[in-house]
């Protein structure tokens, strides 16, 4: 039997992390010769990321994990050139397949070296890989119609000569092949719109061409548009192998702790779905006057909520929201009193185990595409409110495309560190959008009840993405020399 390693590398933080290590795991279930290895970069000491490999590796032998040195910026570079600094891991890289090829090569019975699979940030590695003479596939832990947004940007860009960021702040729509309906360009990502930000997602796209074929976090009933418009054959093989989710929780010390058990006695005491969820993913925080506008908002609709409310970080601080000691002391006076019989404010929260959990009916979402397939996953409609990255263009998906959402803003933005003097979406929007999503009709209750059944269905034996898996295990392994 020929045995066959993967390398991944993936992007530092947790994030990306966990949903590639689903497909990892996916993938030495499905057949026994392969194993994997990943290549773990850090940008700073994260408990999380070292609890969650820790919980991993201990599951399971034949995913092992090495830790590259710490990234440490270059005072030279742009303080936000985190392409750089994952470029600078390069050597490091290098070194650590040399010897797995080595072991390879000297122990009889060795895996060989079949290929690298690489995070859409990760691209600069392909010519590590070509050293090695290994083939580079990408798993993106996004959507197929945002891998085919960024092709359609490339193209323009590199082909058609055109400066996407022109279209800041105009009332063009876009027609792309990935998208059955005209996006507004004030919906495009942040960084397609800024000269500096622009050349971090061109680069990885024209580098996704250069390989052998590119797995996504998505399943085919959910985004068939997308998925059809790279038969052309102008791209390389697109695999939707997804819903590729952590619903065992791996590493999350927390689900066992007081806190949630709190959380969870609250929810079990609320009808079926009618509580509303508000989360803004592990990036997502507000200033004071944002947190009050949405504090009024919940109280007016007069709905039950469970709010996960975060610190932002101190100005000029690239670090995660924190918890904040007393809530009190962002909220308007008497809110948490008013509404002690409906509502509650928390702070992390453990958002699959509350996403699955019967008394929820509502999601009001950064639109992070993670969250988005939980919440397909579960069945519970989202309300868009987007704050980063590609989630002005997911939010779009959700509503227009899919159809399975509520708008409460669409074309939102937030910067990162900025001082929460963002533009503030008032209270009665939030009221509005939080009965919208509550009270939603029917039918879209019933399309996304059937949606939830199909990612379930997706990766079933016999299932498409478990039939793409194969697909993909099949181009890989027996494939090799």
Not at 107 to 121: E, K, N, Q, R, Y
Not at 149 to 160: S, T
Not at 292 to 314: D, T
Not at 383 to 407: C, D, H, K, R, S
Request: hydrophobic letters at 35%; glycine letters at 8%; proline letters at 7%.
């Amino acid at each position: 039997m020929k045995k066959a390693e993967l390398v991944f590398i993936p992007t530092p933080g947790i994030s990306h992390l966990v949903s590639t290590v689903e497909v990892a795991k996916q993938l030495v279930d499905r057949d026994e010769r392969l194993s994997i290895i990943f290549l773990i970069m850090k940008l700073r000491s994260d408990p999380k990321v070292d609890r969650f490999i820790d919980s991993v590796s201990t599951a399971c032998n034949r995913i092992q994990f090495i830790h590259l040195p710490k990234l440490e910026p270059d005072p030279n570079q742009p303080s936000n050139s985190f392409i750089y600094l994952i470029e600078s891991q390069r050597p490091s890289v290098k070194e650590e397949v040399s010897r797995l090829v080595s072991r390879s090569e000297s122990i009889p019975g060795s895996p060989t070296l079949a290929g690298f699979v690489l995070d859409m940030f990760c691209t600069s590695m392909i010519d590590v890989a070509n050293e090695f003479g290994a083939p580079s596939y990408i798993f993106l832990t996004s959507s197929a119609a945002s891998l085919g947004l960024q092709f359609y940007v490339q193209a323009l860009h590199d082909e058609h000569k055109v400066d996407p960021t022109e279209f800041k702040g105009s009332d063009t729509e876009l027609v792309m092949p990935c998208l059955a309906n005209p996006l507004p360009a004030k919906l495009l990502p942040s960084s397609m719109l800024s000269k500096e930000g622009l050349p971090i997602l061109i680069i990885p796209a024209r580098r996704f061409r250069e390989t052998k074929g590119i797995m996504v976090n998505t399943f085919e009933e959910l985004e068939s548009h997308a998925i059809n418009s790279f038969s052309n054959g102008n791209t390389p093989p697109v695999y939707p192998v997804g819903p590729m989710l952590n619903l065992n929780r791996d590493g999350d010390r927390d689900v066992e702790s007081d806190k949630f058990k709190g959380i969870r006695q609250w929810l079990d005491d609320q009808p079926p779905s009618s509580v509303v969820y508000l989360c803004f993913g592990s990036r997502g925080s507000f200033g004071v006057d944002q947190v009050q506008e949405i504090a009024c908002g919940l109280e007016q609709s007069g709905n039950r909520f469970l709010w996960s409310l975060r610190q932002p970080p101190p100005k000029g601080k690239n670090e995660p929201p924190s918890d904040y000691a007393n809530p009190r002391d962002v909220l308007p006076e008497g809110f948490l009193d008013r509404t002690a019989n409906n509502g509650k404010v928390i702070g992390w929260a453990p958002q699959v185990d509350i996403l699955g959990h019967p008394s929820v009916g509502g999601f009001v979402s950064h639109c992070g595409w993670n969250s988005i397939l939980e919440s397909v996953w579960f069945g519970v409609p989202i309300a868009t409110w987007p704050l980063f990255a590609e989630q002005q263009f997911n939010a779009f998906q959700i509503v227009v495309e899919m159809g399975l959402g509520v708008e409460i803003k669409m074309d939102y933005r937030k910067e990162f560190n900025s001082d929460g003097n963002d533009d503030i979406v008032g209270a009665g929007e939030i009221e509005r959008g939080v009965r919208c999503l509550m009270e939603l009709d029917n039918e879209k209750r019933e399309r996304l009840k059937e949606m939830s059944g199909k990612s379930r269905k997706a990766l079933e034996s016999g299932g498409t993405s478990s039939t793409w898996l194969g697909r993909f295990i099949q181009d890989v392994v027996d494939r090799q020399p």
